[in-house]
């Protein structure tokens, strides 16, 4: 079991940065592929970022391409999303979630691999 607890939200005006943590619990998290997803109001969720198991590997969905960048710190079992020229657009609630695929990156653009979520946290840009 994988308890993910996501944090670093909060309020930002458009063209400023956050960067999002997510926490890992248990000993697994360096064989864990990893990934953010957002979910704005009225919205289905999408996907936002994905790193693989190894690090080696790493997508993005195009609105967040050259703005967001994803790594991880197995040390510490934490992934990261830093998020830099945040538009009024980026507003959503952000979830990270763990796989246990071990494929690239590429491959865990899709809610399916993803087997642990956390519950949230808050990101809103004001214009």
Known sequence: ??????????LVQAGGSLRL??????????????????QAPGKEREFVAAIS??????????SVKGRFTISRDNA???????????KPEDTAVYYCAASWTRATAQALAVPGPYVYWGQGTQVTVSS
Request: net charge neutral; aromatic share 12%; proline share 0%.
């Open 1 to 10: 079991q994988v308890q993910l607890v996501e944090s670093g939200g909060g």
């Open 21 to 38: 943590s997510c926490a890992a619990s248990g000993r697994t998290f360096s064989r864990n592929a990893m990934g953010w997803f957002r």
């Open 53 to 62: 198991w190894s690090g080696d590997s790493t997508d993005y969905a195009d």
């Open 76 to 86: 510490k079992n934490t992934v990261y999303l830093q998020m830099n020229s945040l």
